[in-house]
């Protein structure tokens, strides 16, 4: 509570151009006392007020361009397909995958949106403080020089975190990566749990969680975008028929594509590219077929099975190596130890 030689004491002076209430109150009463009470209780409040209206409408006007711009990502610019398919029966397919690619988008401008919404409220936030700070008398010139030192000492002194801010804004805008991704990021590999703008959390095969700074990532190997491929070198010896095994590849993948638990799996018919390498030990003959991100370790272990059966059947060797073990005759052993005596009693 004011006493009233303090609001005495605050209410001397002359109405300026800009304080409207404290002018009216003048016009009214001809009292420059009771003009500057009148400012205090009811021009500055409602100043005040306007100015919170002002930042409150201001941002619910960019938070709905933001909504707009999520809403225009989420729809997508280009199809979600490309690919034409030769069978009809891969519809199924493409369906999972168009379903995926949408969510995935989804989900990308959804984090975008609420970046931007974090953005555009902190800097109407400080606006607003700003000018409400200056309406009620506060004077603001060595706030924002204090704010000026404060950001170059922050810049500065946390260099670090400045980059794995900004490293983590690029990400999410350039959909690097996210939850749920296959990714390599180097020193660690393994399905992303997290990403938030200072650090990624990611779990590899043996469960160990990751926690990696994004300004300390250099480059991103994503397993799980868009599509993948399994990739499959199948060794046969040399004195097998490679016309043979050729096509007993084709046929095994062939039957895979057509497999109606795959069809969601396996995105485009499977290709035989041919011979790979002409090793120590055999022949590797490449196999290829692509498959929904995420999903080409389970098709090249199904694959790897049937290729195995289907070679048991068709009499295909697999090489592998073999070691020969020589037992020498003792008769042949002690000849040699009886030609050593005689040389050294001569």
């Not at 401008?109 to 506060?138: D, H």
């Not at 497999?259 to 969601?264: A, H, P, T, V």
């Amino acid at each position: 509570m004011f006493s009233l030689v303090s609001v005495t004491s605050l209410t001397k002076g002359r109405c300026e151009d800009t304080e409207t209430v404290c002018n009216l109150v003048k016009d009214w009463t001809g009292s420059n006392k009771l003009a500057n009470i009148a400012d205090i209780l009811i021009g500055k409040p409602l100043a005040v007020l306007g100015l919170v209206l002002f930042g409150l409408v201001l941002r619910w006007l960019l938070h709905r361009v933001v909504d707009r711009v999520v809403a225009r990502a989420q729809d997508g610019v280009l199809p979600d397909h490309v690919t034409r398919f030769r069978r009809g029966g891969a519809a199924k397919a493409q369906v999972a995958r168009d379903s995926l690619n949408a969510t995935r988008r989804v989900q990308r401008a959804k984090t975008m949106g609420s970046l931007l919404k974090s953005i555009i409220t902190g800097l109407v936030l400080a606006i607003v403080g700003t000018m409400v700070l200056s309406e009620v008398g506060v004077n603001i010139a060595p706030i924002i020089a204090s704010a000026g030192i404060v950001g170059l000492a922050v810049g500065f002194g946390a260099q670090s975190l400045v980059t794995d801010f900004l490293s983590g804004i690029f990400m999410i805008f350039e959909d690097q990566y996210g939850v749920g991704d296959e990714i390599d990021l180097g020193e660690a590999i393994g399905t992303v749990e997290a990403v938030s703008l200072r650090v990624t959390r990611l779990r590899d095969i043996n469960g160990t969680v990751w926690y990696v700074r994004n300004g300390e990532i250099v480059r991103v190997g994503n397993m799980s975008q868009n599509w993948a491929r399994t990739v499959l070198d199948v060794s046969v010896s040399y004195s097998a028929d490679l016309v043979k095994v050729r096509r007993v590849l084709e046929d095994v993948a062939h039957d895979l594509w057509d497999d109606e638990d795959f069809k969601g799996k396996v995105i485009e018919e499977p290709s035989v590219w041919g011979v790979q390498d002409l090793g120590a030990d055999g022949i590797a003959v490449r196999v290829a077929l692509k498959t929904a991100p995420g999903l080409q370790w389970g098709v090249a272990r199904e694959m790897r099975q049937r290729i195995k059966a289907r070679f048991d059947i068709e009499g295909i060797e697999i090489p592998f190596p073999q070691r020969v073990v020589w037992h020498r005759d003792e008769r042949d052993a002690a000849a040699p130890a009886a030609q050593d005596d005689e040389m050294m009693d001569r």
